[in-house]
């Protein structure tokens, strides 16, 4: 009577974790391909943060005038000193 219980007890359990359970070969090919793309991802943000460290680098010390890095930073931002004059032109016609 022990032997048909025991074997009963092993087929429902790996019934159970094949209907129910993560272990199988399809889930280990999902779990691979979860893994590459996150590791591709990674390398992608790594990349961009290694290109924006290159360009903070180059902005320190001798290598860019205070005075010039201040105006591009007004430009791009849009922005105007307190002592500058602002003179507002028509739109030019295409």
Same mark, same amino acid.
Do not use: C
């Given at each position: =009577? *022990?032997?048909? #219980?025991?074997? *009963? ?5 790996f019934?159970?974790n094949a #209907? ?8 280990q !090919?999902?779990?691979?391909? @979860? *893994? ?5 991802d990674?390398? =992608? @943000?790594? @990349? ?8 903070v680098?180059q902005l320190?010390?001798p !290598? ?5 890095l201040?105006?591009? @930073?007004?430009? #791009?931002l849009?922005l105007a !000193?307190?002592?500058d004059l602002? #003179?507002? *032109? ?5």
């Open positions: =009577m *022990l032997p048909p #219980v025991i074997f *009963l007890g092993i087929t429902f359990y019934a159970w #209907v129910h359970g993560a272990r199988g070969l399809e889930a !090919a999902v779990e691979r391909a @979860a *893994l590459a793309k996150t590791q591709h990674f390398a =992608m @943000a790594d @990349a961009a943060r290694q290109q924006w460290q290159t360009k680098d320190g010390g !290598a860019i005038a205070p005075d010039i201040d105006e591009q @930073a007004r430009i #791009v849009n !000193a307190p002592a602002i #003179v507002d *032109l028509p739109p030019s016609a295409k």
